[in-house]
């Protein structure tokens, strides 16, 4: 079944200590983001990759890191999380001609102390 | 930043009522698609319009980009309690920049 999936699903966690979101699609996709979902402030883009190695800046960047090591993956890192993460994580994939197209993951639900 | 302005936030209808969710911008943009998101999922695409004045028809749901391809409208007809959800629509970039940019959403309700 072509999916996105991301884990965990659910996580508490304390300022400060790092942590990561895993992604991981099974559609050969070369583009994948991130964005994150606040009520009534829609989804806003973390990062984005058109590819392995390539990747850039969306809206929000600031206090995330990412990386693109292999075609399926692309982690989400919160190096230092505070609680102002706290929040709805999405990613998503697509074909590179139709990145506007996109395939999301199930979301993960950050709640930061 | 490219921003795209959705209205109304919320709306909830009656089954068998017609609605129109509209989505703004002064912005210019290549494409636009329309998601529909369930509570506990992401979000599933719906529709791309890519010329300025298209209409597409998906069922009861009907899809127009505006002529300038800065607005986009969201037409149901005959709602039904199926059709509950987050609608939200975004803007794909006309730069270089592969961004998608979302709307802040509508939350439909359809009562029986």
């Known amino acids: 079944e072509a999916q996105v999936t991301q884990n965990p699903r659910y996580l508490i966690t304390v300022t400060g200590k790092k942590l990561t979101v895993t992604c991981s699609q099974n559609m050969n996709h070369e583009y994948m983001s991130w964005y994150r979902q606040d009520p009534g402030l829609g989804l806003r883009q973390i990062y984005y990759s058109m590819n392995v190695e390539v990747t850039d800046k969306g809206d929000v960047p600031e206090g995330y890191k990412v990386s693109r090591k292999e075609k399926r993956n692309f982690p989400l890192i919160l190096e230092s999380p505070s609680p102002n993460q706290t929040s709805l994580y999405f990613c998503?994939?697509?074909?590179?001609?139709?990145?506007?197209?996109?395939?999301f993951g199930p979301g993960t639900r950050l709640t930061v102390t | 930043t490219q921003l795209l302005e959705q209205s109304p936030q919320f709306l909830s209808i009656q089954e068998g009522e017609n609605l129109t969710v509209y989505c703004n911008s002064s912005?210019?943009?290549?494409?636009l698609q329309w998601y529909r998101q369930e509570p506990g999922e992401g979000p599933v695409l719906l529709v791309t319009?890519?010329?300025?004045?298209e209409v597409k028809k998906l069922k009861r749901l009907t899809f127009q980009f505006g002529d300038a391809r800065k607005d986009s409208s969201l037409h149901i007809t005959a709602a039904q309690p199926g059709d509950t959800g987050l609608y939200l629509c975004a803007g794909a970039s006309s730069g270089s920049a592969r961004q998608l940019t979302f709307g802040s959403g509508t939350q439909l309700t359809v009562l029986p």
């Open positions: 319009v890519v010329t300025g004045g």
């Open positions: 912005s210019v943009f290549s494409s």
């Open positions: 998503a994939s697509s074909p590179w001609d139709t990145y506007y197209e996109q395939y």
